[in-house]
């Protein structure tokens, strides 16, 4: 057995299951070796097939999917690769549930729910839970069941807060990925994933995510799945089923290779006055947080009405969706007069005062007809406007504004919880 891992000295084995091994790291504290085995199991182990390179292509699979979701904000046990065949994780004490969300009711769902036709599309998703229970094929569960178990794991007590947090979250990871998958031309139909507890008493999304873990039908076409539903079909597995199986995971990871959307977009944010330079870095700075390109320029529309008119020309000639943010204070002419010469968006954010808002607010808002630019008086306000545009086709971007709704409502719960902990 392998004592080390990609120049990390393994510890005691911590637990081996159908598809990988834990082991200790003493070197890092809190985390743990996740090793992946050349194994594809399938109805809780009955059916089981050794296959060369499976557990590098699933290693990949998660590392791509992980470092997705950990870019965006979402709280994860995914440290780092760590070799082919293995990666580093937050050590958790697992909750035992299968937190699954589907979009299209296909499966076992159809089974328990007799009448529901396949396709049948859930929106929102549909979200359901089950507890790893191996002896008894992972029964169904309620969140009443959950909360009822009263489970308490490296400290953290699994309440009604944390539970209807998680199914929140799930239902969250579902969309991200289901975005993330249709930049691909890929439906992703339904999943499962497993959240643990770390030593802080964090929760986070753990285990792995892999072809084992969705349903993926490329162009939506049930027939061309890629995912793991191909073995369990399998009635006899033979060599070429499995390296059918084999290359359809290959071409999984692969596709994952190519999800970053390429830098596809710009905010402009132009101000009438250098004066306004510090309120235009604080929209820049909630243009970054939210994962947008963002940079300030000086022109005044009034004054400089030329350069105004030359840097449009600039920003339209550019292969970027690129969006504006007009920043004038007094008479805000240079909003309108990019909305007036542009077909890009245009948002103006004046740096209102409360002593002049009366006066100032209505060069922004009162614009001639023909014009279409929206009015926001805070910066965040402005920085998310643009977000929410570019979002329209950048996952990335999107999934960041997602991800600041579920740290909102995440937070206000947990407040409700220390004010009421029965919650
Ligand atoms: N971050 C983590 N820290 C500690 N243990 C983890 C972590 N992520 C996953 N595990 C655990 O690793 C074990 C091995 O995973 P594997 O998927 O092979 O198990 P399994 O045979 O499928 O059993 P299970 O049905 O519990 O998933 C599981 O018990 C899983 O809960
Ligand atoms: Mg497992």
Not at 289 to 318: D, F, P, W
Not at 323 to 343: D, H, T
Request: glycine share 6%.
């Amino acid at each position: 057995m392998a004592t080390e891992v990609g120049g990390h000295k393994l510890g005691k084995m911590l637990v081996e299951g159908k598809t990988k091994q834990v082991f200790d790291l003493p070197s890092m504290p809190g985390h743990c070796m996740m090793v992946s085995k050349d194994v594809i199991t399938a109805m809780n182990g009955v059916k089981c097939n050794e296959l060369a390179g499976k557990g590098a292509i699933s290693n990949k699979t998660n590392a791509k999917v992980f470092e997705t979701l950990n870019a965006v904000g979402m709280k994860t046990a995914f440290f780092k690769l760590a070799s082919d065949g293995a990666f580093i994780a937050k050590k958790c004490e697992m909750i035992p549930i299968e937190w699954v969300t589907r979009r299209l009711a296909t499966g076992s769902f159809l089974k328990r729910n007799v009448g529901v036709p396949e396709g049948y599309r859930f929106s929102p998703p549909k979200h359901e839970m089950f507890f790893k229970d191996d002896a008894n094929d992972d029964p169904q569960w309620s969140e009443e069941q959950i909360i009822s178990a009263n489970w308490k794991f490296n400290g953290r007590h699994i309440g009604p807060a944390e539970v209807e947090i998680l199914q929140t979250t799930s239902i969250m990871v579902f969309e991200i990925l289901e975005k993330a998958w249709a930049t691909r031309n890929c439906a992703l139909i339904d999943m499962k994933i497993e959240f643990g507890v770390d030593e802080s008493g964090e929760i986070l999304l753990a285990d792995i995510i892999d072809s084992d873990s969705w349903r993926l039908w490329p162009a939506g076409d049930k027939r061309l799945m890629v995912d793991k539903q191909v073995y369990r079909n399998l009635k006899n597995v033979t060599s070429s089923d499995l390296d059918t199986v084999k290359r359809n995971f290959e071409w999984v990871a692969e596709q994952l290779d190519h999800l970053t959307p390429a830098n596809d977009h710009l905010v402009a944010i132009l101000m009438g006055s250098p004066s306004d330079m510090d309120y235009c870095k604080k929209i820049q700075g909630h243009c970054q947080s939210l994962g947008l390109n963002a940079e300030v320029r000086v022109t005044s529309a009034h004054k400089g009405t030329k350069e105004t008119m030359s840097m449009i020309k600039y920003y339209e000639s550019l292969p970027l969706k690129v969006v504006f943010i007009a920043v004038a204070g007094r008479s805000n002419g240079l909003g309108p007069v990019i909305s007036g010469n542009s077909a890009l968006p245009v948002i103006n954010c004046p740096p209102v005062k409360a002593e002049n808002v009366d006066m100032d607010i209505w060069s922004s808002l009162n614009v001639p007809s023909g014009l279409g630019c929206s009015t926001v008086i805070y910066p965040e306000s402005a920085a998310l406007n643009a977000a929410q545009m570019i979002g329209l086709s950048n996952y990335v971007v999107w999934s960041k504004l997602k991800m600041k709704q579920l740290n909102n409502y995440v937070s206000l719960r947990m407040a409700d919880k220390q004010a009421h902990p029965e919650q």
